[in-house]
């Protein structure tokens, strides 16, 4: 994997992007040790190291096979007409989404995107039950042996960030910035300290953003 010049006016000149490799992550594996392992000997003071939420919620085990879930008929009418790219195009997706708000609030959506419509709106679906969609990252994309795995979002991203801060390895600065970037198609990011993402993350794989010499 090569390092990646950035360039946005709104961020500092110099900046790199490197990709850090790591091994796979499992359910149940010491994220924080993984983490310290594989910057150690990189990090910088100035850094900015970025984690993927997939592979957070990976190592917390949020994920769940699509084969354990058994979509409604309204999961599958609705995903239907869900977008292409969209994570609850899926109906095993679109099921969570249903478990997690219940059948009348998902109802409730439906109707105000129908009404929407009727009055040039689009999107009513999604601002209503768009934290409970972007939780949800589909099967499609993620490397094996989690093909089938959809993933969940993480637990309590800031206390993962301030735990792995916490290591010598990874303490750049006094107040370290250190966060967890979303790498599903909507783009949504939880960074828990100071800095917006530089750069879209893969699923298991780091990427330290750094002012270069």
Same mark, same amino acid.
């Given at each position: 994997?090569?390092?990646?010049?950035?360039?946005?006016?709104a961020?500092?000149?110099?900046? *790199?992007?490197?990709? *850090? $490799?790591?091994?796979?992550?499992?359910?149940?594996?010491?994220? *924080?040790?993984?983490?310290?392992?594989?910057? +150690?000997?990189?990090?910088?003071?100035?850094?900015?190291?970025?984690?993927? @939420?997939?592979?957070?919620?990976?190592?917390?085990?949020?994920?769940?096979?699509?084969?354990?879930? +058994? !979509?409604?008929?309204?999961?599958?009418?609705?995903? $239907?007409?869900?977008?292409?790219?969209?994570?609850?195009?899926?109906?095993?997706s =679109?099921?969570?989404?249903?478990?997690?708000?219940? %059948? !009348?609030?998902?109802?409730?959506?439906?109707?105000a995107? %129908?009404?929407?419509?009727?009055?040039?709106?689009?999107? $009513?679906?999604?601002?209503?039950?768009?934290?409970?969609?972007?939780?949800?990252?589909?099967?499609?994309?993620? =490397?094996?042996?989690?093909?089938?795995?959809? %993933?969940?979002?993480? $637990?309590?991203?800031?206390?993962?960030? @301030?735990?792995?801060?916490?290591? !010598?390895?990874?303490?750049? +600065?006094?107040?370290?910035?250190?966060?967890?970037?979303?790498?599903?198609?909507?783009?949504?990011?939880?960074?828990?300290? =100071? =800095?917006?993402?530089? *750069?879209?993350?893969?699923?298991?794989?780091?990427?330290?953003?750094?002012?270069?010499?």
């Amino acid at each position: 994997m090569r390092n990646l010049a950035v360039s946005h006016e709104a961020l500092p000149r110099g900046l *790199v992007a490197i990709p *850090v $490799r790591t091994r796979l992550l499992h359910r149940g594996d010491d994220l *924080v040790a993984v983490v310290r392992d594989a910057v +150690r000997g990189i990090a910088a003071p100035g850094d900015v190291l970025a984690i993927s @939420e997939t592979a957070v919620a990976i190592a917390q085990g949020a994920f769940v096979a699509a084969e354990a879930i +058994r !979509p409604s008929k309204l999961a599958f009418a609705l995903a $239907r007409r869900a977008h292409p790219l969209a994570t609850v195009n899926q109906p095993e997706s =679109m099921q969570l989404v249903i478990d997690d708000v219940g %059948v !009348p609030r998902v109802l409730q959506a439906v109707a105000a995107q %129908v009404l929407g419509l009727l009055v040039g709106k689009r999107g $009513r679906f999604y601002e209503m039950l768009g934290e409970a969609i972007t939780a949800i990252d589909g099967y499609t994309g993620t =490397m094996p042996p989690y093909e089938r795995a959809i %993933v969940l979002a993480p $637990r309590e991203p800031d206390a993962v960030a @301030e735990a792995i801060a916490a290591q !010598p390895s990874t303490r750049m +600065r006094n107040s370290p910035s250190i966060g967890t970037c979303r790498s599903s198609a909507s783009g949504s990011t939880a960074m828990a300290k =100071m =800095m917006p993402p530089i *750069v879209g993350v893969p699923a298991f794989a780091w990427w330290l953003a750094g002012a270069s010499s």
